[in-house]
């Protein structure tokens, strides 16, 4: 018995320490994230002020970089976490959800960049995920630090239909990023570029209509690239419900909510293509859209009950 008792004793304390090196590891590597987002917003600025564009390969580099160190820190917690809890997948709370969606956002970035080279997308794009990284930081231990999973979301269904919705939720965030894009310097055109002085300052201020055309086509070909990801893990979530529940469909907030929002992405592929919405129209119609994922991410998931709360914000 005490022999059966001191190797217990051996086991939890064997495991606490490989959790703490695990979190060490994980905290450097999510740091990293955060400082070369951070870099790669501060020299995409420069490439922009200064007009220079080895300083837009110097961001991209730093991009490329942070993907990995995300990559790295979703993959540390994999490999110790996996040999406690066979079954884990690192979406076992909000941070590790957001970091995925941010490794996601990473890896598109990297390939839309070099097909658009959009004015300012490097600067937007590294910006925001440099703030939702460090709000992720912030997050109580409960949301944060790495956990078996629940019993109920022990299975194969989980990466598959999960890693769906988050890599969709990647897309259309930086379909966001080309909307608001578009519309600041949409916007900035009517404001600015009429009181500009001299036609060299009218001309810095306009943008030109290649630069719109760009943006516009930017967020219509990553609606295009979400549209489908979230329509196939709703699909797979409603047999993932059925195989745990019994159920299909059951009006679930979080169920409802990913309807609402694939209905708002199918509204604005339709008025775009049926209807040629282009421009300032499509752009809003795409905030909006991105509004309504928000909701479905956050809002009815953390501040809501139902069958897919997990945990609460608050």
Known sequence: MGSDFGTLDHSSGAIAASMHHMMAIDQVLTSAVLILAGLAAVVFVLEIVLKKSMFGKIGYGLMALAALSNFGE??????????????????????????????????????????????????VSSF???????????????????????????????????????????????????????????YRDRLIAPRAVGA???????ASVATLAMLDELTYRMVLLGFPLLAFGIILGGMW?????????????KETWSLITWLFYAAYLHV??????????????AVLCFASLLVTYLGVNYLATGLHTYGKLF
């Open 128 to 186: 925001l995920v440099a703030i939702i990284i460090g709000l992720a930081s912030l997050l109580p231990p409960r949301l944060k630090d790495a956990h078996p999973l629940v019993p109920s979301l022990q299975s194969y269904w989980l990466k598959v239909h999960v890693s769906l919705m988050l890599i969709s939720y990647a897309a259309f965030f930086l379909s966001f990023v080309g909307a608001i894009l578009y519309l600041f310097f949409h």
């Open 200 to 206: 060299m300052a009218a001309k810095g201020a306009k």
């Open 272 to 285: 775009r293509l049926q209807r040629e919405w282009r421009g300032t129209k499509a752009a809003w119609f």
């Open 74 to 123: 979703l993959a540390t917690r994999y490999s110790y976490m996996v040999k406690i809890s066979p079954d884990y997948w690192p979406l076992s709370n909000l941070f590790e959800s957001v970091m995925y969606i941010v490794v996601a956002i990473f890896a598109i970035y990297l390939v839309v960049d070099r097909m658009f080279k959009a004015p300012g997308f490097g600067l």
């Open 241 to 253: 419900a059925n195989h745990a529940w019994g159920t299909y469909w059951s009006w679930d907030p």
